[in-house]
T-cell receptor, first 112, second 115 residues
């Protein structure tokens, strides 16, 4: 039972490069989220999706784009990476019956 | 807007001592309150969840939390700390925004357990 899987787990980018983080869930959840975690700031919501084909901005959306072409996948893109985007990124899906979030193991991104 | 405040970004306790991690929510009573735990290099996992059914909630690994409306608190406790409890703990609450409820997290409290 895989749950929520994030790829890649680690990545180093140079300023201005682009990349995509992939999140896949096998629990048939409608809601999916991308958070970033930084020391002393907890988890901050970047973007979220309430179903296939939908996306919406969270608390800190600037510099990121997302897509939810398939229900099980939620992609987070950085078009032009900046050092301020160095962080650990977590994807989560939500069981809408209980409100419980299920998290991936995180993707550690460093932008030089 | 609904939010949570965690007092103390770092807490140290001796092994076997009481664990108390504090969380206060903003004034309106939320439908749910959560505590999540994050072990090193892992994602968050649910520790326990408050619904209106009971004010004292028991979670995994011997943790429990009590919802106190008069104090707008949902503090997490464990009678006797174990070395394996060393982790970061997050209080969280659903936030209604844009017609949807999205979970918002406190800044987290790192628990250190001293042998």
């Amino acid at each position: 039972n895989a749950g929520v899987t994030q790829t890649p787990k680690f990545r180093v980018l140079k300023t201005g490069q682009s990349m995509t983080l992939l999140c896949a869930q096998d629990m048939n959840h409608e809601y999916m989220y991308w958070y970033r975690q930084d020391p002393g700031m907890g988890l901050r919501l970047i973007h979220y999706s309430v179903g296939e084909g939908t996306t919406a901005k969270g608390e800190v959306p600037d510099g990121y784009n997302v897509s939810r072409l398939k229900k099980q996948n939620f992609l987070l893109g950085l078009e032009s990476a900046a050092p301020s985007q160095t962080s650990v990124y977590f994807c989560a899906s939500e069981d809408s019956n209980t409100g419980e979030l299920f998290f991936g193991e995180g993707s550690r991104l460093t932008v030089l | 807007a609904q939010s949570v405040t965690q007092l103390g970004s770092h807490v140290s306790v001796s092994e076997g001592a009481l664990v108390l991690l504090r969380c206060n929510y903003s004034s309106s009573v939320p439908p749910y309150l959560f505590w999540y735990v994050q072990y090193p290099n892992q994602g968050l996992q649910l520790l326990l969840k408050y619904t209106s059914a009971a004010t004292l909630v028991k979670g995994i690994n011997g943790f429990e939390a009590e919802f106190k409306k008069s104090e707008t608190s949902f503090h997490l406790t464990k009678p006797s700390a174990h070395m394996s409890d060393a982790a970061e703990y997050f209080c969280a609450v659903p936030l209604l925004s844009g017609g949807y409820q999205k979970v918002t997290f406190g800044i987290g409290t790192k628990l250190q357990v001293i042998p």
